[in-house]
């Protein structure tokens, strides 16, 4: 008889448990609950963060000091200028270690949790509406004391709004999950320290919790049939197409203030 965790099995037992052991492929791995898209979207955040502070020469704790930030961050008097690829760019870069860092952390954790939760497209899908939702507030709050906006911590506002709204959707309260505490801080923080995007924060929270509103209220995700989960997540890419183009349509009343 040999040792295990609930007691005491017989040689042949263990031989025949593994014998019967599935073998897990890998593209079963990639159908499964690994949450590929959150890694994925880790993974761009740091590249370009390494390639800026390469361009820059240094590593620095508060700012890399690349050309980058002047090339793709997000800044409303060049996206009057056309330069509407800024709305997107501008949430893949970072200002320095620190900043990146509690961005990716962020990301792991929630990502981890929602994604293998809700499924890669919904998710990836919830992502693209968060980021562009926080380029919209930037654009509608923006000063021109401002300057550039870069950071995922929009698109990150949002995956927390949408995963409130899946727990509300699932009868349980965000307050008392944790989830709302979470929030709660981080939006004291974001009005309390000075430098933070409010519109970018504000933004993406608004437009995620809307995107989870379509996504999961009214019925349950395990009980919607294919269609529907079909309609309903065409429903948030076409949001996402709404809130871009508000975005940019946003951008000409930013022109006044820097007297353009």
Same mark, same amino acid.
């Given at each position: 008889?040999? !040792?295990?965790?609930?007691?005491?099995?017989?040689?042949?037992?263990?031989?025949?448990?593994?014998?019967?052991?599935?073998?897990?492929?890998?593209?079963?791995?990639?159908?499964?609950?690994?949450?590929?898209?959150?890694?994925?979207?880790?993974?761009?955040?740091?590249?370009?963060?390494?390639?800026?502070?390469?361009?820059?020469?240094?590593?620095?704790?508060?700012?890399?000091?690349?050309?980058?930030?002047?090339?793709?961050?997000?800044?409303?008097?060049?996206?009057?200028?056309?330069?509407?690829?800024?709305?997107?760019?501008?949430?893949?870069?970072?200002?320095?270690?620190?900043?990146?860092?509690?961005?990716?952390?962020?990301?792991?954790?929630?990502?981890?949790?929602?994604?293998?939760?809700?499924?890669?497209?919904?998710?990836?899908?919830?992502?693209?509406?968060?980021?562009?939702?926080?380029?919209?507030?930037?654009?509608?709050? #923006? !000063?021109? !004391?401002?300057?550039?906006?870069?950071?995922?911590?929009?698109?990150?506002?949002?995956?927390?709004?949408?995963?409130?709204?899946?727990?509300?959707?699932?009868?349980?309260?965000?307050?008392?999950?944790?989830?709302?505490?979470?929030?709660?801080?981080?939006?004291?923080?974001?009005?309390?320290?000075?430098?933070? !995007?409010?519109?970018?924060?504000?933004?993406?929270?608004?437009?995620?919790?809307?995107?989870?509103?379509? /996504?999961?209220?009214?019925?349950?995700?395990?009980?919607?049939?294919?269609?529907?989960?079909?309609?309903?997540?065409?429903?948030?890419?076409?949001?996402?197409?709404?809130?871009? #183009?508000?975005?940019?349509?946003?951008?000409?009343?930013?022109?006044? /203030?820097?007297?353009?």
């Amino acid at each position: 008889m040999n !040792s295990a965790s609930v007691g005491w099995q017989c040689p042949e037992c263990i031989s025949a448990a593994a014998a019967s052991a599935p073998v897990i492929t890998a593209s079963q791995m990639l159908r499964g609950s690994v949450p590929i898209v959150t890694y994925v979207l880790i993974g761009i955040n740091v590249a370009a963060y390494v390639v800026g502070a390469v361009m820059g020469g240094v590593l620095s704790v508060t700012g890399a000091g690349d050309g980058l930030t002047e090339r793709f961050a997000l800044y409303p008097p060049l996206v009057t200028g056309g330069e509407w690829y800024r709305l997107i760019t501008g949430g893949f870069l970072h200002a320095g270690i620190v900043h990146i860092g509690f961005n990716m952390f962020a990301l792991y954790v929630i990502g981890t949790a929602l994604e293998p939760a809700i499924g890669r497209a919904r998710f990836l899908a919830a992502y693209a509406v968060s980021l562009v939702g926080g380029a919209l507030g930037v654009m509608l709050l #923006w !000063s021109a !004391s401002e300057g550039y906006t870069v950071g995922a911590s929009g698109a990150i506002f949002g995956l927390f709004g949408i995963l409130a709204v899946l727990q509300f959707a699932r009868g349980i309260n965000p307050l008392r999950s944790g989830i709302g505490t979470v929030l709660i801080i981080n939006l004291v923080i974001t009005f309390a320290v000075p430098g933070i !995007s409010k519109g970018g924060h504000i933004g993406g929270l608004v437009i995620g919790a809307l995107a989870g509103a379509i /996504l999961f209220l009214g019925r349950d995700l395990s009980r919607q049939s294919p269609g529907e989960r079909a309609a309903r997540l065409g429903a948030v890419v076409a949001l996402t197409v709404v809130v871009f #183009w508000a975005a940019v349509a946003a951008a000409p009343s930013v022109s006044s /203030l820097i007297g353009g």
